[in-house]
């Protein structure tokens, strides 16, 4: 018991590809964003995990911290695994479609059956300035740039709170985890994750430098510097969530590059726990509750019973769940449920989005991903006599050597 508690090992050799928690961790982290939705959606109420944190973080923020170290430690595998161009191919194949299908059918199917239950009647529907074909336009390229579709949803808790019409208010994370791919991208072309790993090394230790900063000033700097936006004049960044999610990506990029010199045991994890609790308690998550945070997801990917390695194994429902959520809780809302108890409210919430995340899967995601082999096929020089291999003896080893057998 004592030498597992204290054993050695390193990432490198306890974290194995095919045999980890992500997948289960993943559809928890999603799990939580849910969770988190349900208060101010439903209820018109925050989020109870800010005053279990002291006002630090809520439970849809620890899903979406979990969401971004996980993303920062496999898509740095992949970053070291393909050059350029393929990785930037797997990363759209993976985000892309699942994401084009959910604003279709936010569009045309859901915002339709909003506008039945509110209006009784399409009237003005179609036609709105901010219509449901102005929605997929605007938001084609993962920036979301448009969260209402024609006026709709204004009948709703959430609304009654902000003053807002919101379809599907996760999808904003997308773009800082896009932005993140090409970062990785940017670096790998560059060389740095791997002959100058230290150069990531201080990018994170740049964004711990502000999480350190934040926390001397609070509260009277809410964020990086008090800003929130927009970045480099673009409205839908926000200097607040760059900074912070970007340096939460990196830390998991760190448990990738240094894999080799990082112990996970149970004695870390152990430490791990009572420094995140503390933090929670006395101040400081984002300075060393982040950090400890993304060990113990790495050290739960590896520690987890086995059982639950297999969830999300073959079948990934955690991106669908995620990004279908929303919608089915401001629909079940605008229906009355959560009058029903907020047990009744969550539970019918989680079965409405397996609803929606089980066919992304099945249907787009994993199709989608049947592409990620696919090169655009070279054209070919006609073949002349002497190459054909029934005219010239040496015509096989030739086709050998050119296809580099």
Request: charged share 15%; aromatic share 14%; glycine share 12%.
């Amino acid at each position: 018991m004592l030498r597992r508690i204290w054993a050695r090992r390193t990432l490198a050799e306890a974290f194995s590809s095919r045999e980890n928690s992500f997948g289960f961790l993943r559809l928890l982290f999603a799990f939580l964003v849910l969770l988190s939705h349900t208060f101010p959606l439903g209820y018109a109420r925050d989020d109870p995990g800010a005053g279990i944190t002291n006002g630090q973080t809520e439970l849809g923020e620890i899903g979406i911290i979990g969401f971004f170290v996980i993303s920062g430690f496999l898509i740095t595998r992949s970053g070291l695994r393909f050059g350029l161009g393929r990785f930037l191919w797997h990363r759209a194949l993976r985000i892309l479609p699942g994401f084009w299908v959910c604003l279709v059918v936010t569009a045309f199917v859901l915002a339709p059956l909003v506008a039945l239950l509110e209006r009784g009647n399409l009237g003005g529907f179609w036609s709105h300035p901010d219509g449901p074909a102005q929605y997929v336009a605007k938001n084609l390229f993962v920036a979301m740039q448009q969260y209402g579709i024609s006026d709709l949803l204004l009948d709703t808790p959430y609304a009654h709170r902000t003053g807002d019409s919101v379809f599907d208010g996760s999808l904003w994370s997308l773009m800082y985890e896009v932005g993140c791919y090409f970062m990785v991208g940017a670096l790998a072309l560059a060389g740095v994750l791997r002959r100058a790993k230290f150069v990531v090394l201080i990018m994170a230790a740049a964004g711990f430098g502000i999480m350190i900063y934040d926390l001397v000033q609070a509260p009277r700097v809410p964020g990086p510097q008090g800003i929130h936006g927009p970045v480099l004049g673009f409205n839908g960044l926000d200097r607040y969530s760059l900074i912070y999610l970007t340096y939460l990506f990196l830390l998991g990029a760190l448990f990738e590059l240094y894999k080799n010199r990082i112990v996970m045991n149970d004695a870390g994890a152990l430490v791990a726990v009572v420094v995140l609790l503390g933090t929670i308690q006395f101040g400081g998550v984002a300075v060393l509750g982040y950090p400890a945070f993304a060990y113990l997801i790495l050290w739960l990917a590896i520690r987890l019973p086995r059982w639950l390695r297999g969830i999300g194994r073959k079948q990934d429902y955690s991106y669908g769940f995620y990004i279908y959520a929303f919608p089915v809780q401001q629909l079940l809302a605008l229906l009355g449920v959560p009058d029903r108890g907020m047990l009744a409210y969550i539970a019918l919430s989680t079965v409405g989005t397996f609803a929606l995340a089980v066919p992304s899967w099945h249907l787009v995601e994993r199709p989608a991903m049947g592409f990620k082999d696919w090169t655009p096929r070279r054209r070919r020089p006609e073949r002349t006599p002497a190459a054909d291999p029934a005219a010239d003896p040496a015509g096989p080893h030739r086709e050998l050597a050119k296809d580099g057998a």
